[in-house]
């Protein structure tokens, strides 16, 4: 059979030796070309078989037996190169999609054959390049983890896509590179919505063994440029249901990532919006603050040394996914520095016995110290989000993504003062009114309760909150560079699970 493998980087058609049934004929425009450099590069599947696996597995495969190479430990040898080869040159998060998609390619050819392909057809191992501590890191913090979706294992494909794939969209356009067109755009999809990628197998809505195809220059700019992490990377290519399952083995170690957090709490001196649209009500022009509580989940302490961070957890900020300036605030990072707790422990580091809330040495933090952060409110009405999560510059970014809304509303001056507001809120008194009884001025960190006078002119009270086989194919890689995704077979379908990182509102923890 003929295969044709894919070069994105020169936006080639290379020629090969496997084909998928019916589409080589169509597509052998081959020219030479090596199929390896610095841009990732993958390939489409080839054959097919009326074989499928049932998932949850019961083992994990803890050595990949791979043509010509004999048995190769899974996690510590055949996945770190794989990854490599296939995407090197991504960050952590894009990494780690990257070997949750190679990991349900390998288990899935263990599972129906007994073994795997080292390149064209099957994924790329050998491309002479030695994988580097972040691409080890990736498969460790994965370890065992592979896509799934309706009790099958799903088949993990991913092509190369357009490297001039950008933000804020992160979506590629097939005029850029030839593997785009199998790209598959799966956000916020789930069941028979998801789309499934004409690379394998297209069964009936809702077929778990294909739930699409993940473009790994889209991966990176989802993470560089929007702040995703893997699971939300590979919800964007194969739904917002893919399932992310960890067989049991005793290659399978538990792994505590050295960047995690978890979500405590969050809130805002600003009124809770009565209508429900939003969160919270404020006045145009309205200053007021809101705040973010997280704990440190990780092996790494929190701390921001700037320009003499050199390790995990050294520059820890609150960030603007998308690294454009927040509407209320006007800025993209508030260091943790501004914080009363500026070192939060890891998860190891934590004082004996205690669970203390923002003090120094504690893991958990208040972002940011005193009354939160200080926003104003737009001069023009209408519902505004504030995005925030956290970054370790130039390490990647970390844990929940979290939000709050405000409805942005015209409010009288000088009018009379209301009632005051509830616990939380403040009083709606005008500057030229007569003043209401005020509320307790809110529950956020360390902040006494408002005046009783209604003096805070100007607030406005609001409301609260078949079955087929679906092999890849891939060009051989010569000697390619540490930082090359991998031209190899690629192609995989990913399936991850699907939690997103968003949460909903909720108030702050007491303690």
Known sequence: MACVCYASSVRRILPSTCSRWGLAAAILAAISAGCGDDSPTATEPVARSTASVTAPLAQAYCTIQVDGKGAIDAETDYLPHVVQCENGGADLQALKAQAIAARSVAYYNMATSGSICDGQGCQVYSCGATPNAKQMQAVAETAGQYLSYANMLTYGFYVAGDPHTSPPACVGNDANASTEHWVTYNEGKTGGDVEQTALGYVGPPGFGQNRGCMSQWGARCLESGKGYDYKQILQFYYGADIGILTAPGPCVQPQTPALDASFVGEGSDAGPDPSGTAQYQVCTGQPFHFWFELENTGTAAWQDLGANGSADGQNVRLGVPNDQPDPLVGVTRISINENT???????????????????????????????????????????????????????????????????????????????????????????????????????????????????????????????????????????????????????????????????????????
């Open 341 to 511: 707790n500026n070192l939060a422990r890891s998860a190891s580091g934590n004082p004996s016995g205690t669970d203390c809330n923002d003090a120094p040495g504690c893991r958990r933090t208040v972002f940011t110290k005193g009354a939160g952060i200080a926003a104003t409110a737009p001069a023009t009405p209408g519902l505004v989000t504030t995005r925030w999560r956290l970054v370790d510059e130039g390490r990647g970014w970390f844990g929940p993504e979290m939000y709050l809304t405000f409805d942005v509303i015209e409010c009288e001056s000088g009018a009379s003062g209301g009632a005051g507001g509830s616990s939380g809120s403040s009083g709606g008194g005008g500057a030229g009114g007569d003043g209401g009884s005020g509320g307790d001025g809110g529950s956020w960190p360390e902040v006494d309760s408002g005046p009783g006078d209604g003096s805070v002119g100007g607030q406005s009270p609001a409301a609260v909150y078949g079955n087929e086989e679906l092999s890849s194919c891939a060009c051989r890689a010569g000697a390619v560079a540490s930082d090359t995704p991998g031209f190899a077979a690629g192609i995989g379908l990913l399936v991850v699970a699907g939690a997103g990182v968003r949460r909903r509102c909720r108030q702050r923890r007491a303690g």
